[in-house]
């Protein structure tokens, strides 16, 4: 049953991004969403994997009218993960996510201070989530969400596009 589910899933993603992202074009010019690395104490990273896409990503979503990006970072990391920021989050970058829409945009925040009582049941957005090394990430982790760790942790050269 699960493999029919993926499978019915990754079909349907196509059809269901276009629907949101003509939604998105009628309500807003533009689309601005967030993500975050967050790290732990090993340097292992918080993934999430939806129930409507196919992947795992980092946590995040879509920043809400009259609410800051470090606002909608801060919100969907408590929905996703019940993870509080305790500290400061850093601004890692902004990206044009341009496979999506040409006018959709992503800020991506790091997180190292937080507090986390437990990861939360699986529910009908988010099915899965965990800390994983990032030498042990899940086979389908999504290339944007391997890019934004790799440029974080290994330094790798910012890239301005999601990919």
């Known amino acids: 049953m699960g493999e029919r589910l993926n499978r019915v899933r990754r079909a349907c993603e ?10 998105f074009r009628i ?4 689309t601005l969403g ?17 129930s409507y896409l196919s992947g795992w990503y980092l946590p ?7 609410e800051t990006m470090e606002q909608a970072m801060r919100r969907e990391l408590k929905e996703e993960g019940d993870i ?9 970058g902004i990206f044009l996510n341009s496979h999506i829409s040409r006018r959709d ?12 009582d437990g990861l939360p049941e699986p529910n009908r957005e988010i099915v899965e989530c ?4 990032t030498t042990a990430l899940p ?23 999601w990919r």
């Open 60 to 66: 995040g979503g879509g920043v809400d009218y009259g």
């Open 130 to 133: 965990g800390f994983f090394a």
């Open 84 to 92: 509080d920021v305790t500290g400061a989050a850093a601004l890692h």
């Open 14 to 23: 196509p059809l269901l991004r276009r629907i949101f992202h003509a939604y």
């Open 105 to 116: 945009h992503v800020a991506v925040y790091v997180v190292r201070q937080f507090r986390q």
């Open 27 to 30: 309500v807003r010019g533009m």
């Open 139 to 161: 086979e389908d982790t999504t290339l944007g969400t391997r890019l934004r760790i790799a440029e974080v942790l290994d330094g790798r050269p910012l890239i301005a596009t």
């Open 34 to 50: 967030v993500r975050a690395v967050v790290l732990d104490a090993e340097n292992r990273v918080f993934l999430v994997r939806h």
